[in-house]
Protein backbone atom coordinates (compact mmCIF):
# COMPACT_ATOMS: atom_id res chain seq x y z
CA UNK A 1 0.00 0.00 0.00
CA UNK A 2 2.75 2.76 0.68
CA UNK A 3 4.43 1.56 -3.01
CA UNK A 4 1.07 2.23 -4.24
CA UNK A 5 0.82 5.38 -2.12
CA UNK A 6 4.49 6.74 -3.81
CA UNK A 7 3.41 5.77 -7.42
CA UNK A 8 -0.11 8.02 -6.47
CA UNK A 9 2.52 11.09 -5.53
CA UNK A 10 4.29 11.15 -8.71
CA UNK A 11 1.15 10.78 -10.89
CA UNK A 12 -1.40 12.38 -9.25
CA UNK A 13 -2.53 15.83 -8.57
CA UNK A 14 -1.25 17.36 -5.02
CA UNK A 15 -2.86 15.85 -2.16
CA UNK A 16 -2.61 15.31 1.22
CA UNK A 17 -1.89 11.97 2.69
CA UNK A 18 -2.90 11.51 6.41
CA UNK A 19 -2.33 8.22 8.28
CA UNK A 20 -4.82 7.32 11.03
CA UNK A 21 -7.48 5.00 12.20
CA UNK A 22 -11.33 4.80 11.76
CA UNK A 23 -11.82 3.89 15.62
CA UNK A 24 -9.87 7.32 16.92
CA UNK A 25 -12.52 9.83 16.92
CA UNK A 26 -10.56 12.36 18.18
CA UNK A 27 -8.02 11.93 15.06
CA UNK A 28 -11.04 12.21 12.36
CA UNK A 29 -12.09 15.40 14.14
CA UNK A 30 -9.00 16.94 13.96
CA UNK A 31 -8.47 16.10 10.41
CA UNK A 32 -12.33 17.34 9.56
CA UNK A 33 -11.55 20.39 11.42
CA UNK A 34 -8.68 21.34 9.68
CA UNK A 35 -9.74 20.99 6.55
CA UNK A 36 -13.24 22.11 4.45
CA UNK A 37 -14.02 19.21 2.36
CA UNK A 38 -16.43 19.35 -0.37
CA UNK A 39 -17.95 15.93 0.38
CA UNK A 40 -16.30 12.21 1.34
CA UNK A 41 -15.70 9.15 -0.30
CA UNK A 42 -15.63 6.42 2.40
CA UNK A 43 -13.77 3.54 1.38
CA UNK A 44 -12.02 2.18 4.27
CA UNK A 45 -13.18 -1.05 6.34
CA UNK A 46 -11.30 -4.61 6.97
CA UNK A 47 -12.47 -6.41 4.29
CA UNK A 48 -12.56 -9.92 3.76
CA UNK A 49 -15.74 -12.38 4.52
CA UNK A 50 -13.77 -15.74 5.77
CA UNK A 51 -11.09 -13.40 7.94
CA UNK A 52 -14.54 -11.97 9.83
CA UNK A 53 -15.32 -15.47 11.15
CA UNK A 54 -12.40 -15.07 12.97
CA UNK A 55 -12.53 -11.69 13.96
CA UNK A 56 -16.24 -10.71 14.50
CA UNK A 57 -15.90 -8.02 17.21
CA UNK A 58 -13.00 -6.74 15.30
CA UNK A 59 -14.52 -5.94 11.94
CA UNK A 60 -18.15 -4.52 13.64
CA UNK A 61 -15.56 -2.02 15.83
CA UNK A 62 -14.16 -1.21 12.83
CA UNK A 63 -16.36 -1.05 10.24
CA UNK A 64 -19.36 -0.04 12.30
CA UNK A 65 -18.08 2.17 14.75
CA UNK A 66 -15.52 3.29 11.99
CA UNK A 67 -18.14 4.61 9.56
CA UNK A 68 -20.28 5.69 12.35
CA UNK A 69 -17.13 8.10 12.96
CA UNK A 70 -16.92 9.34 9.63
CA UNK A 71 -20.48 10.27 9.37
CA UNK A 72 -20.51 12.14 12.48
CA UNK A 73 -17.26 14.25 11.89
CA UNK A 74 -18.65 15.00 7.82
CA UNK A 75 -22.09 15.97 9.74
CA UNK A 76 -20.61 17.97 12.52
CA UNK A 77 -18.52 20.42 10.20
CA UNK A 78 -21.32 21.10 7.50
CA UNK A 79 -20.32 18.41 4.90
CA UNK A 80 -23.86 17.20 3.10
CA UNK A 81 -22.38 14.54 0.51
CA UNK A 82 -20.63 11.25 1.00
CA UNK A 83 -20.45 7.94 -0.82
CA UNK A 84 -19.56 4.95 1.18
CA UNK A 85 -18.50 1.21 0.00
CA UNK A 86 -20.74 -1.33 1.04
CA UNK A 87 -20.56 -4.52 -0.88
CA UNK A 88 -22.56 -7.46 -2.40
CA UNK A 89 -21.91 -9.60 0.40
CA UNK A 90 -24.61 -8.13 2.09
CA UNK A 91 -27.08 -10.22 0.00
CA UNK A 92 -26.25 -13.54 1.77
CA UNK A 93 -27.47 -16.30 -0.08
CA UNK A 94 -30.02 -14.62 -1.82
CA UNK A 95 -32.32 -17.16 -3.91
CA UNK A 96 -33.19 -14.37 -6.60
CA UNK A 97 -30.67 -13.51 -9.69
CA UNK A 98 -29.35 -11.15 -10.69
CA UNK A 99 -29.34 -9.30 -7.53
CA UNK A 100 -31.23 -6.07 -7.24
CA UNK A 101 -31.23 -2.81 -4.50
CA UNK A 102 -34.66 -3.79 -3.99
CA UNK A 103 -34.57 -7.34 -3.16
CA UNK A 104 -35.34 -7.84 0.63
CA UNK A 105 -32.08 -8.41 2.40
CA UNK A 106 -32.25 -10.53 5.54
CA UNK A 107 -29.85 -13.43 5.15
CA UNK A 108 -26.40 -11.95 5.64
CA UNK A 109 -23.86 -14.90 6.68
CA UNK A 110 -20.71 -13.54 7.74
CA UNK A 111 -20.02 -11.19 10.15
CA UNK A 112 -17.81 -9.17 7.04
CA UNK A 113 -21.41 -8.80 5.86
CA UNK A 114 -23.50 -7.91 8.79
CA UNK A 115 -21.08 -4.79 9.69
CA UNK A 116 -21.65 -3.95 5.38
CA UNK A 117 -25.48 -4.18 6.13
CA UNK A 118 -24.96 -2.48 9.23
CA UNK A 119 -23.10 0.41 7.72
CA UNK A 120 -25.74 0.76 5.10
CA UNK A 121 -28.47 1.12 7.68
CA UNK A 122 -26.24 3.79 9.51
CA UNK A 123 -26.21 5.88 6.15
CA UNK A 124 -30.26 5.81 6.04
CA UNK A 125 -30.49 6.97 9.13
CA UNK A 126 -27.83 10.02 8.80
CA UNK A 127 -29.68 10.84 5.55
CA UNK A 128 -33.02 10.69 7.43
CA UNK A 129 -32.19 13.14 10.88
CA UNK A 130 -29.52 14.96 9.31
CA UNK A 131 -30.19 15.71 5.83
CA UNK A 132 -27.02 14.07 4.59
CA UNK A 133 -27.15 13.24 0.97
CA UNK A 134 -25.49 9.08 1.29
CA UNK A 135 -24.98 7.03 -1.49
CA UNK A 136 -24.05 3.56 -0.73
CA UNK A 137 -21.90 1.44 -3.67
CA UNK A 138 -22.45 -2.43 -2.82
CA UNK A 139 -19.03 -3.44 -4.89
CA UNK A 140 -18.99 -7.00 -6.59
CA UNK A 141 -15.88 -8.94 -6.37
CA UNK A 142 -13.70 -5.89 -7.46
CA UNK A 143 -9.93 -7.11 -8.82
CA UNK A 144 -7.50 -5.37 -10.86
CA UNK A 145 -4.27 -3.59 -10.62
CA UNK A 146 -2.80 -3.45 -6.82
CA UNK A 147 -5.51 -5.90 -5.82
CA UNK A 148 -4.91 -6.96 -2.51
CA UNK A 149 -2.35 -9.82 -2.57
CA UNK A 150 -4.83 -11.75 -0.21
CA UNK A 151 -7.84 -12.31 -2.62
CA UNK A 152 -8.47 -14.81 -5.37
CA UNK A 153 -7.09 -13.43 -7.95
CA UNK A 154 -3.82 -12.49 -6.96
CA UNK A 155 -3.11 -15.33 -4.82
CA UNK A 156 -4.06 -17.93 -7.58
CA UNK A 157 -2.38 -15.86 -10.05
CA UNK A 158 1.21 -15.67 -8.04
CA UNK A 159 0.43 -19.67 -6.59
CA UNK A 160 -0.07 -20.78 -10.36
CA UNK A 161 2.87 -18.64 -11.35
CA UNK A 162 5.05 -20.53 -8.69
CA UNK A 163 4.04 -23.96 -9.36
CA UNK A 164 2.10 -24.74 -6.16
CA UNK A 165 -0.80 -25.26 -5.15
CA UNK A 166 -3.86 -23.08 -4.71
CA UNK A 167 -6.72 -23.88 -2.58
CA UNK A 168 -9.99 -24.25 -3.93
CA UNK A 169 -12.73 -24.36 -2.07
CA UNK A 170 -15.59 -26.84 -2.82
CA UNK A 171 -16.39 -28.28 -6.63
CA UNK A 172 -15.22 -25.12 -8.20
CA UNK A 173 -19.18 -24.33 -8.96
CA UNK A 174 -19.37 -21.04 -7.05
CA UNK A 175 -19.76 -18.05 -9.11
CA UNK A 176 -18.84 -14.55 -8.87
CA UNK A 177 -19.50 -11.27 -10.61
CA UNK A 178 -15.82 -9.96 -10.89
CA UNK A 179 -15.91 -6.69 -11.51
CA UNK A 180 -12.34 -4.69 -12.69
CA UNK A 181 -11.06 -1.61 -10.59
CA UNK A 182 -11.16 0.83 -13.70
CA UNK A 183 -15.30 -0.13 -13.93
CA UNK A 184 -15.89 0.56 -10.44
CA UNK A 185 -14.06 3.68 -9.92
CA UNK A 186 -16.11 4.93 -13.19
CA UNK A 187 -19.41 4.23 -10.67
CA UNK A 188 -17.73 5.81 -7.77
CA UNK A 189 -17.16 9.40 -9.30
CA UNK A 190 -20.22 9.59 -11.33
CA UNK A 191 -21.83 9.13 -7.95
CA UNK A 192 -19.54 12.77 -6.25
CA UNK A 193 -21.13 13.93 -9.30
CA UNK A 194 -24.67 13.52 -8.74
CA UNK A 195 -27.05 13.96 -5.53
CA UNK A 196 -29.72 11.79 -4.25
CA UNK A 197 -31.11 12.21 -1.48
CA UNK A 198 -30.48 8.29 -0.65
CA UNK A 199 -29.81 5.62 -3.11
CA UNK A 200 -28.12 2.15 -2.68
CA UNK A 201 -26.13 1.00 -6.38
CA UNK A 202 -24.86 -2.08 -7.51
CA UNK A 203 -21.85 -1.89 -8.79
CA UNK A 204 -20.80 -5.12 -10.87
CA UNK A 205 -20.20 -6.27 -14.57
CA UNK A 206 -23.61 -8.34 -14.31
CA UNK A 207 -21.83 -11.36 -15.58
CA UNK A 208 -21.21 -14.47 -13.51
CA UNK A 209 -17.85 -16.81 -13.91
CA UNK A 210 -17.57 -20.10 -12.08
CA UNK A 211 -14.74 -20.71 -10.03
CA UNK A 212 -12.99 -23.40 -12.29
CA UNK A 213 -13.60 -21.06 -15.22
CA UNK A 214 -11.71 -18.50 -13.48
CA UNK A 215 -8.40 -20.43 -12.52
CA UNK A 216 -9.13 -21.51 -16.38
CA UNK A 217 -8.80 -17.93 -17.64
CA UNK A 218 -5.75 -17.16 -15.19
CA UNK A 219 -3.86 -20.82 -16.57
CA UNK A 220 -4.19 -19.22 -19.93
CA UNK A 221 -2.86 -16.21 -18.84
CA UNK A 222 -0.06 -17.32 -17.76
CA UNK A 223 0.33 -20.36 -19.90
CA UNK A 224 0.50 -22.67 -17.12
CA UNK A 225 -1.39 -25.21 -15.31
CA UNK A 226 -2.72 -25.10 -11.67
CA UNK A 227 -2.14 -27.90 -9.15
CA UNK A 228 -5.43 -27.86 -7.26
CA UNK A 229 -5.64 -28.32 -3.51
CA UNK A 230 -9.54 -29.16 -2.99
CA UNK A 231 -10.76 -28.46 0.18
CA UNK A 232 -14.70 -28.40 1.77
CA UNK A 233 -16.13 -25.22 1.37
CA UNK A 234 -15.98 -22.66 4.12
CA UNK A 235 -18.81 -21.20 6.44
CA UNK A 236 -19.67 -17.58 5.04
CA UNK A 237 -19.13 -18.71 1.35
CA UNK A 238 -22.34 -17.84 -1.30
CA UNK A 239 -22.93 -19.82 -3.89
CA UNK A 240 -23.40 -17.15 -6.80
CA UNK A 241 -23.02 -13.06 -6.73
CA UNK A 242 -24.90 -11.26 -9.75
CA UNK A 243 -25.58 -7.90 -10.00
CA UNK A 244 -28.86 -6.73 -11.37
CA UNK A 245 -26.65 -2.53 -12.89
CA UNK A 246 -30.06 -1.45 -13.94
CA UNK A 247 -30.34 1.21 -11.44
CA UNK A 248 -26.59 2.23 -12.12
CA UNK A 249 -26.91 2.41 -15.56
CA UNK A 250 -30.12 4.36 -15.40
CA UNK A 251 -29.29 7.24 -12.98
CA UNK A 252 -25.43 7.05 -13.14
CA UNK A 253 -25.17 6.29 -16.53
CA UNK A 254 -22.56 3.10 -15.46
CA UNK A 255 -21.71 1.55 -18.12
CA UNK A 256 -18.94 -1.25 -17.07
CA UNK A 257 -16.61 -1.54 -20.22
CA UNK A 258 -13.87 -4.52 -18.88
CA UNK A 259 -15.07 -8.03 -18.77
CA UNK A 260 -13.24 -10.58 -16.93
CA UNK A 261 -12.07 -12.48 -20.50
CA UNK A 262 -9.74 -9.23 -20.81
CA UNK A 263 -9.64 -8.35 -17.38
CA UNK A 264 -7.61 -11.45 -16.30
CA UNK A 265 -4.63 -10.92 -18.94
CA UNK A 266 -4.51 -7.53 -17.91
CA UNK A 267 -3.97 -8.12 -14.28
CA UNK A 268 -1.67 -10.57 -15.44
CA UNK A 269 0.45 -8.85 -17.41
CA UNK A 270 0.53 -6.11 -14.37
CA UNK A 271 1.44 -8.93 -12.02
CA UNK A 272 4.28 -9.94 -14.17
CA UNK A 273 5.80 -6.18 -14.32
CA UNK A 274 5.36 -5.92 -10.47
CA UNK A 275 6.35 -9.74 -8.92
CA UNK A 276 8.58 -7.75 -6.44
Known amino acids: ?54 QPAFYQRVNVEGTVNVLEAARQTGVKKITIASSSSVYGVNAKVP ?3 SDPIFSAVSPYAASKLACEALGHT ?3 VYQ ?30 AGKPIPVFGDGSTARDHTHISDILEGVIACTQREFGF ?19 IENALGKKAVIDRQPLQPGDVPITFADISKARKILGYNPQVKVEKGIPLFVDWFRKNRQ
Open 1 to 54: KRRNLREIQTLAKPFEFCHGDLTDRAALDELFSSVKFDQVIHLAARAGVRPSLE
Open 99 to 101: FSE
Open 126 to 128: WHH
Open 132 to 161: MDVAMLRFFTVYGPRQRPDLAIHKFTKLID
Open 199 to 217: EIFNLGESQTVKLSELIAL
